[in-house]
C-alpha cells in the first residue's frame, strides 16, 4: 500500500511542478517547513501524505481515503507598507487555486488508480522569517480516494 500512497504523492508533486511552472521549486524539507533556506528561492511547493482510512471493502479490494497537504510559499519585503505582503499573500492564494482545480480536473494525475478527489481544505496563511526574506506559507488538505488489493 504505501507504494500506492508513494505513487500519488510523486504524481501530485509532478502535476504541481506543472502547474507552477518553473519559477516554482519543491520545498528540501516539507515535514517541518521553517527549516527550509528561502534566500535563494522563495517560490516553492511541496506535498506530504497525511492520515489515511480504509472507506469499504469489496470483492479482495478496499478503499481508502488518504489525505494529502499541499504548501505552497513565496517571499516579500515590506518597506514601508505591507503592500508587498498583501500581494504575496494573493500570489499563493492564486497559485493554490490553480492547484485545486488541476487535482480535481486531472485526478491527481492518476485517473486510472484516483476514483475521486474530496472537498479540501485550506489554512490560515502563516509567515515566516529566514535571513531577512519574509516568506508567505499556504496549505491545503485534500483527500484522494483509491482502491488497493487486499492480497
Excluded at 18 to 40: C, H, M, P
Excluded at 126 to 137: H, K, R
Aim: zero cysteines; aromatic letters at 10%; glycine letters at 4%.
Amino acid at each position: 500500500m504505501s507504494n500506492l500512497v508513494e505513487q500519488i504523492n510523486d504524481s501530485l508533486t509532478s502535476e504541481i511542478a506543472t502547474a507552477l511552472g518553473a519559477t516554482y521549486s519543491e520545498l528540501d524539507f516539507i515535514w517541518d517547513v521553517s527549516k527550509n533556506r528561502f534566500n535563494q528561492n522563495e517560490k516553492r511547493y511541496g506535498v506530504r501524505p497525511m492520515a489515511m482510512e480504509s472507506t469499504n471493502q469489496i470483492n479482495k479490494k478496499y478503499s481508502v481515503d488518504q489525505g494529502f497537504e499541499v504548501i505552497v510559499t513565496t517571499d516579500y519585503y515590506n518597506r514601508e507598507d505591507d503592500e508587498s505582503q498583501r500581494a504575496a499573500v494573493f500570489e499563493v492564494y492564486d497559485q493554490m487555486d490553480i492547484i485545486i482545480k488541476n487535482i480535481h480536473k486531472k485526478k491527481a494525475g492518476l485517473p486510472s488508480l484516483v476514483f475521486n478527489t474530496m472537498p479540501f481544505s485550506v489554512d490560515e496563511i502563516e509567515f515566516l522569517e529566514d535571513d531577512g526574506s519574509t516568506v508567505a506559507v499556504l496549505r491545503a488538505q485534500f483527500i484522494i480516494n483509491y482502491r488497493a488489493d487486499l492480497v
